[in-house]
């Protein structure tokens, strides 16, 4: 994970995951818009995910 993916994630939380899948940026854009948080601690973790 860059920095750059971690400012962006920070920033615009559903832009960092775009390349994760539709699902992916579905979840983090309704958390998102629930919370500012909320999406950035789901991008972060999604970003952080060693599997995809």
């Given amino acids: 994970m860059s ?3 971690v400012l ?3 920033l615009f939380p559903p832009l960092a995951v775009i ?3 539709c699902g992916s940026i ?3 854009l309704i958390l ?3 919370g500012w948080i909320p999406g ?3 991008a972060l973790i999604i970003l952080n995910n060693p599997k995809k």
């Fill in 3 to 5: 920095i750059w993916r």
């Fill in 8 to 10: 962006l994630s920070i």
């Fill in 32 to 34: 998102t818009i629930c």
């Fill in 40 to 42: 950035v601690i789901a």
């Fill in 26 to 28: 579905l979840i983090v």
């Fill in 19 to 21: 390349d994760k899948g």
